[in-house]
């Protein structure tokens, strides 16, 4: 069983069907949770085998609350793959007509993602946030008539049965979300793989974050990504996690680490996994 | 006038009277702004003189829009101080019973950092969520009975002269909150100052935020601060933001700075000023 942040007809359920289909796992109960709390609780419990979330956007940043969560997990709850899809919002509506709209629902996100279009074609309709987009399209197929329009996921509109009036309506094309499959595996080693770890510094030793990103650096291992969250103990104090191109088990990570695991004050290993392609 | 992100009584509105009071600007006049775009749009239009908005608590991270908006304003807009207060929930009711409560309402963040307050005295009490803990504040002033509690900020409750049942009822008590003064100001060094900056590095050189560390590190320049947001343009793309405890005009600064500056793909300094004390 695989949990997925829902509601159903979400981003994530959708990157959940590209992952299913490309991995061949067709036929495997999938299940919506509310909450990221909970998807990493099921993982944890062995109550699913797999969950989903997202982990970063191209244009919203990093979701700190799965960080925040799965150091805070037991430590076989690892990332054990990525999946990368394109976010294209949709307009969804039952009219033909563009000029019947009066209303737009969508989720804050997507609505501020959108407000160039809305602003071109839909300049007198009123704006409404709700909580989510699915919940949005859902409100949109109960309503008998055409004044009402949702903006999501194309899927959330085979979902509820209501037509898409048009494809990426998003003003940034360039709009791609990171989700990351959390389980308790660890994959063989690719030669394209990525590693995500966590760790501290001293908060009297700042110097510490520079030495651990050199030896990095000296065995020639690409950093792809940084993101600082607080430790939640004092202010300025962080907890860093890392993207690594290269796998736990290559030696060039191996030697880095080696060298620079007694300057931490605190450190996890969150997974080495193929990337994403 | 200085801006502040309202509404009246939030913790920004408390912070700017912490900042007006220790450096002695009682009599100017404060407005409440909705949101950050406009808090910068209006200093950036000379139609504030300065906006004071919150840049990173120690639980929840940083507030990624105001560096986000930062680095999209004109080159004057700034940060010209900060600001850093404890940030205490305090439970607001008219009764004096916390048997009598039957409902509480705040924003979500503060209802998840006060829950083990709620599961321990308030088990049976509903929860729901408002757009702010202010917000909240008032509509118990407008209910004429006691069986709604809001929790927020002391200031709201002396706003709308709703009496506080307990202080501080957050769960973890080491809770501060950093906000920062936007102007176009740079105050003169005092020797204990911060300078925040914001660069890119070429996609195709991962190994320039090692080299741009280094420099800072080899000028005994401590880092107190990095967070990566994203580029906006391609997945994996960051503009990093640092902090560094020097200020623009001291010299091992502008030599660490003159060493590196050709290696970005970009880069705007966004202000010097006091470190809070």
Known sequence: MIGYLGPEGSFTHQALNTFLSKSNQKGIEIVSFQTITQIIDGVNSGKIKYGITPIENSIEGGVGEVLDQLIRASQKVTINTEVIIPIEHCLITRTKKITEVKKVIAHTQALSQCQGYLKRYLPEAEIEPVT?????????????????????????????????????????????????????????????????????????????????????????????????????????????????????????????????????????????????K
């Open 132 to 276: 989510s987009n699915s919940t949005g399209v859902k409100m949109v197929s109960e309503m008998p008539n055409g004044n009402i329009a949702a903006i999501g996921p194309e899927m959330a509109a085979k979902i509820y049965n209501v037509p898409v009036f048009e494809k990426a309506i998003n003003d940034e094309k360039e709009n791609f979300t990171r989700f990351v499959l959390i389980g308790t595996e660890t994959p063989l080693p690719t030669g394209k793989d990525k590693t995500t770890i966590a760790f501290g510094v001293p908060y009297d030793k700042p110097g510490t974050l520079v030495t651990v990103l050199n030896s990095f650096s000296r065995e020639k291992i690409n950093l792809s990504r940084i993101e600082s969250r607080p430790s939640k103990k004092t202010l300025g104090e962080y907890i860093f996690f890392i993207d690594l191109e290269a796998h736990r088990d290559d030696s060039p990570l191996k030697k880095a680490l080696s060298e620079i695991v007694s300057e931490f004050s605190f450190y996890r290993w969150l997974g080495s996994y193929p990337r994403w």
